[in-house]
């Protein structure tokens, strides 16, 4: 009886912590990704992950720092095993809030990110975002500082040559 | 900069992340936790029976190889639903005396698309839910088909996305039964699904192409690294007679950590690399490359046991703990196109970070490991 209440406590916990943090994770995929379905998959298989090591995730006292690692890491992985796209049937539904004036200026944007590769995209998420060093963008991404540096580098100036050409109006 | 960096935050933060899908995450969660208990054990199996001797069990594990007679299976069907069946229904049939069935559905706010179904005993009613997955399969072009799977009391469920040049596919197991998996419809897409025994070893899985009216006579096939209690994966297809990559089986590597012996053996065949070790097993596809590297990396880290890649310039890499020792340096070894370098940690404990060296001794690369 004891271990079920735990149990119980745990999933209550791991329910609070979820939807506290839910929108950040979401964000944080959609930046990575550009796709808001896939920012939600990213989303929903990292705090699935999370939870299947719930106890280890409290153990490392830092469970945002956790759960934002496996985001990138899912990401990443995507990737990795080619397994990159997922099928969505049917059309995600966006949100009324979504929908408003700011979309055009929120496609512009997403839009350059997605002229980006994939490991650009996430110096620049990681950097000017989540407002990592280059040295914790580095550890996140597992490579060197140099080649953040010289990734950071490249993905400002295409984005500054798709603002100066206006190729995204 | 810190234009960007406003614009990246106000964009983002204009995204509606909508509410949080909890009880989908945590059934998701716990079948997450289900496989890694899975493999955990067919992992400690293989290291069990090299460490006791038993190279037969061994073998036996290697699964491709396994005799092709076990009368002990139970006989399987498989055929898309029946007149009546419940909606979303994408494939149903028998393991021996009992019925099954999986489908699909929309659950939950936001729509996810969940299994549903269940493995039904007639005679004493007993049911086992295979609704235990929220997300859907996988798909790429370049697949056949991608597959979602788990294991729930000792049963595998496969769910396939099937790609549309694909007429239908044959399944074989090593046992001589086989299948043919006609794709089926739910939900806009097109899925097929199986389900077997765990410990039901498959030969193959056949895609013929075509369409929904006709076959075009080509086929692909992929040959899953398959062992019992380890749900295969169906990542490299081999076109029709192009030549097999040998199976080669080689130790990569062993020793002993907080008393307790570990080993690393890659497997090498038709389905790419696949490593069993203490705590578990990873594979990657096809080409026998550990793609998308430029640096060296390690990933698939379990309790204890681990192992990384690297590039061909690393002679050695030292693994840093959190306590800020170092553990003797590992050197890479050659599998296929991949150079993989095993390691075990003390204390059940991830290493902190990775150091990769040069034979001249030089520093080329360090980085943190990546968890879970």
């Known amino acids: 009886v004891k271990e079920v209440a735990m149990v119980a406590a745990a999933d209550e916990e791991f329910a609070e912590f979820m939807r506290a943090r839910w929108p950040s994770m979401v964000r944080l995929a959609y930046g990575l990704t550009g796709d808001r379905g896939h920012a939600e998959d990213v989303a929903q298989a990292a705090f699935a992950r999370a939870y299947a090591s719930w106890s280890r995730v409290q153990r490392a006292g830092d469970p945002d720092a956790y759960v934002r690692r496996i985001v990138i890491n899912e990401n990443r992985s995507r990737f990795r095993k080619r397994r990159v796209a997922e099928y969505f049937p049917g059309v995600l539904p966006e949100s009324a809030a979504a929908q408003g004036a700011d979309l055009s200026e929120r496609d512009d944007m997403m839009a350059a990110l997605g002229r980006l590769g994939a490991r650009q995209r996430a110096v620049v998420v990681l950097r000017y975002y989540l407002g990592m060093s280059e040295a914790e963008t580095a550890a996140a991404l597992n490579c060197s500082v140099g080649t953040v540096k010289s990734q950071a580098s490249r993905a400002l100036a295409t984005l500054r040559a798709l603002v100066t050409e206006g190729e995204l109006r | ?372």
């Open chain 2, 1 to 372: 900069m810190t234009e960007l960096r406003d614009e990246l935050t106000r964009v983002l933060r204009a995204v509606d992340a909508g509410q949080a899908p909890v009880e989908e995450t945590m059934r998701l969660g716990r079948v997450i936790r289900t496989r890694r208990r899975v493999a955990i054990a067919a992992g400690a199996l293989a290291v069990i029976a090299a460490v006791v001797g038993f190279p037969a069990l061994a073998h036996h594990l290697a699964g491709p190889r396994v005799p092709p007679v076990q009368p002990k299976d139970p006989v399987i069907t498989d055929t898309p639903p029946a007149p009546g069946a419940s909606a979303g229904t994408i494939a149903q049939g028998t393991i021996g005396t009992r019925r099954w069935h999986v489908g699909l559905q929309r659950e939950g706010t936001p729509p996810a698309t969940c299994l549903t179904g269940a493995v039904i005993t007639p005679a004493t009613g007993a049911t086992t839910d295979l609704g235990l997955a929220c997300t859907l399969p996988p798909v790429d072009p370049a697949f056949p088909a991608g597959f979602t799977s788990f294991a729930t009391s000792g049963i595998e469920v496969q769910l396939g996305a099937v790609a549309p040049n694909v007429a239908y596919f044959t399944l074989k197991f090593t046992d001589g039964q086989q299948l043919k998996l006609i794709p089926v419809t739910s939900l806009g897409h097109r899925y097929i699904a199986f389900v077997a025994p765990v410990n039901m070893p498959i030969a193959s899985l056949t895609a013929h192409m075509g369409s929904v009216h006709s076959v075009s006579g080509q086929t692909v096939t992929a040959i899953p690294f398959s062992i019992p209690g380890r749900i295969p994966d169906f990542q490299a297809w081999q076109r029709q007679g192009q030549p097999l990559p040998p199976r080669i089986t080689t130790p990569i590597g062993s020793g002993t950590v907080d008393g307790k012996p570990w080993q690393v053996t890659a497997y090498q065949g038709p389905w790419g690399i696949c490593l069993v070790f203490t705590g578990g097993g990873e594979c990657t596809t096809g080409t026998g490359a550990f793609a998308n590297r430029t640096d060296v990396q390690a990933w698939g880290f379990q309790p204890f046991v681990g192992f990384g890649d690297a590039t061909a310039d690393v002679a050695y890499v030292k693994l840093t703990m959190p306590d800020g020792s170092v553990l003797p340096k590992f050197t890479p070894v050659k599998v296929g196109n991949a150079r993989l370098f095993p390691f075990a940690a003390p204390g059940n404990r991830t290493p902190k970070r990775w150091t990769a060296f040069s034979a001249s001794g030089a520093q080329l690369a360090s980085g943190t490991f990546q968890t879970p």
